[in-house]
């Protein structure tokens, strides 16, 4: 509501503006004085168009032409705001030249109204009309229509900033999602092993002194059961945090090694185990973790690059646990991949302090890795878990200080030249010489004199009474005013004395 009864007090003051501009041709005409209900007229009918310009801009432009057969200069100079602002809602540049060819003959032909009115010489009238069309009409239609159509750029930035601040937003969740699971991995990896052990633990205890310290007996229970409820509770937050479930406690022991092995004979691989050492059941959460991503990638590669290769896995478990899954080079095509699940792997070995290689070698594809079999601990190797937000989007690129300077500019080239007019035009009015000495009065001679002589040299005076009549000041007299009348061709037919 602000917005609108902003605008209306614009289009109030604008209007007004343009109706007292043009009313100043009543004590300071150009050219040849017209009656003044003619200038009156033109005044109404300028300020009529500001607010019409808004609502009904094609009709607003071409109802600009009217106002050249008024020779009101001071009224066809707020016309180039109206065609400015019309132009900004006209869409098509089709359109808008359609309006200016449209426009541009109306004008012409309303200015041979008053050419003719005038007895203006066709020079003066190609003179005057070329500049009211090219400077208030054309110049401002071209620039309006510019700025008009940035509006709809300008809508689109608009959108795509909210856009971006939606992708920030959401950047953000995904951000926060990954760290809570993050988060609910380590713990699962640090917590949950140690809990099990600690139940298993505490369940053997029991037995043993229900048999040797009976008096032990509800000291250790309570222990189990503090274990027990200790893990359900940890499974809770994990849910809560978005952790993983059981269904891979055993990930990367020699059973999930084998059971991923079975799997992919079962789908018609050639695959053999090779396991040295001892089990993992018991070795860190992250390092079996690790070790089942590795086989399981290396098997889901063979299986989409080389279906029909000979493939071995191998773990060696010594101080350090060794993985590897060879493929034997397949000469069937190889499909494309995006190698994000081996960039993955990588930044898993390298976060528990080991090393990754994935590469051809010997006439095989190998997947290797090889890994500490106790993973140092997580803050020895960097945060992972550090949220790094996306950046705001930046309004600023919406719309930029030189975007901005450079639409007022665009703005304020259309109108110069109607300001310029109109300021030179006013001060035309109040400083040009509109008066004669007596001597001068004197030395007109009627059937001799041209008004076009006349008004070169003192000037257009305010229109008389009579039909062709000019009133003169008095230089050094102010009770009297000079009259000279002329004919339709511009001859001085009759000069008189009047009081004022």
Not at 4 to 17: E, F, H, I, P, Y
Not at 122 to 146: K, R, S, W
Not at 289 to 307: Q, S, W, Y
Not at 398 to 421: I, N, Q, Y
Request: hydrophobic fraction near 45%.
């Amino acid at each position: 509501m602000m917005i609108s009864v902003n605008g209306k007090v614009r289009d109030g003051l604008w209007a007004a503006s343009a109706f007292l501009l043009s009313l100043v041709t009543l004590v300071a005409p150009f050219g040849k004085p017209v009656p003044w209900w003619v200038v009156v007229a033109s005044a109404v009918w300028s300020a009529a168009l500001v607010p019409l310009s808004e609502h009904r801009p094609k009709w607003a432009i071409v109802l600009t032409a009217p106002l050249n057969a008024t020779n009101n200069l001071l009224a066809i100079a707020p016309a180039a705001l109206v065609v400015f602002r019309a132009a900004r809602s006209v869409r098509s540049q089709g359109q808008l030249w359609a309006l200016i060819g449209v426009a541009a003959p109306l004008q012409v032909g309303s200015g041979a109204l008053y050419s003719w009115y005038a007895a203006e010489s066709l020079t003066d009238y190609l003179l005057n009309n070329g500049f009211t069309v090219v400077f208030l009409l054309i110049f401002p239609a071209v620039a309006g229509g510019l700025i008009g159509r940035r509006k709809p750029l300008t809508q689109v930035l608009m959108e795509r900033n909210d856009y971006l601040e939606h992708a920030r937003v959401l950047t953000a969740n995904t951000a926060r999602s990954a760290t809570r699971a993050h988060i609910a991995s380590e713990m699962h990896d640090m917590l949950s092993h140690r809990l099990r052990q600690l139940t298993a633990h505490a369940a053997a205890l029991e037995r043993s002194a229900a048999e040797q310290a009976p008096e032990l007996r509800e000291q250790v229970e309570l222990i189990r059961r503090t274990s027990t409820v200790a893990m359900e509770e940890l499974r809770e937050i994990l849910g809560v945090l978005g952790g993983s479930s059981d269904a891979d406690e055993d990930a990367g022991t020699r059973v999930d090694v084998e059971r991923l092995v079975a799997a992919s004979t079962a789908a018609g691989l050639s695959v053999f185990l090779d396991w040295s050492g001892d089990d993992l059941a018991d070795a860190d959460r992250r390092l079996r973790r690790a070790v089942h991503r590795i086989v399981r990638e290396g098997l889901t590669n063979v299986h989409k690059h080389a279906p029909s290769a000979r493939t071995r896995v191998s773990v060696h478990v010594a101080d350090r646990v060794r993985v590897e899954v060879a493929s034997d080079l397949s000469s069937e095509p190889r499909g494309a991949g995006t190698r994000r699940g081996l960039i993955g792997l990588e930044e898993r070995v390298a976060l528990i302090g080991g090393t990754f290689d994935a590469r051809p070698f010997g006439g095989k594809f190998r997947v290797a890795a090889d890994l500490p079999l106790h993973p140092v601990a997580q803050e020895e190797t960097g945060g992972q878990g550090a949220v790094t937000e996306a950046p705001p989007p930046i309004t600023a690129e919406v719309l930029t200080t030189p975007r901005a300077v450079g639409g007022g500019c665009l703005a304020t080239l259309s109108l110069v030249p109607a300001v310029l007019t109109a300021f030179v035009l006013l001060a035309l009015a109040i400083f040009a010489r509109a008066d004669m000495s007596r001597e001068e009065f004197d030395a007109l001679q009627v059937s001799v004199a041209d008004e076009e002589e006349v008004t070169d040299r003192f000037g257009f005076g305010k229109s008389s009474a009579g039909d062709g009549c000019l009133r003169y000041r008095v230089r050094d007299a102010d009770d009297l005013d000079f009259e000279l009348c002329f004919d339709r061709g511009g001859v001085l037919t009759t000069k008189k004395e009047l009081p004022r």
